[in-house]
């Protein structure tokens, strides 16, 4: 069910601030309760992939007493990518709530 939500779940959890790729697989598992624990093989592909295509800017942080980190963060086409596919989310998940309830809204 996560297939073709994973850029929206990875872009969203970058709208607080740019973080490295570990704390945004925690920040996914923390607002999903737990039910979206990712493992990096997937998150890593997808944040290179969106920075890419441009909607994600990264640079290397030199953290203090540590070891560098790549943080991420949403450029403008990010953040508005961000808004589209919330909104596409919003109508694919009315269609499938009033399919399920029968054409009317569920539950009913």
Known sequence: MLK??????????LEAGPAH???IIETIKSRSAGAFDLPEG???PALHR???AGLLSSAW???PGGRRRRVYSLT???TAALAEKRKAWGRFSQAVQTSLGGGRAWPA
């Open 4 to 13: 073709g939500h994973l850029d929206a779940i990875v872009l969203a959890a």
């Open 21 to 23: 790729g570990y704390a």
């Open 42 to 44: 997937t998150v890593y």
């Open 50 to 52: 969106l920075e890419q």
């Open 61 to 63: 942080t030199p953290p």
């Open 76 to 78: 403008k086409a990010g």
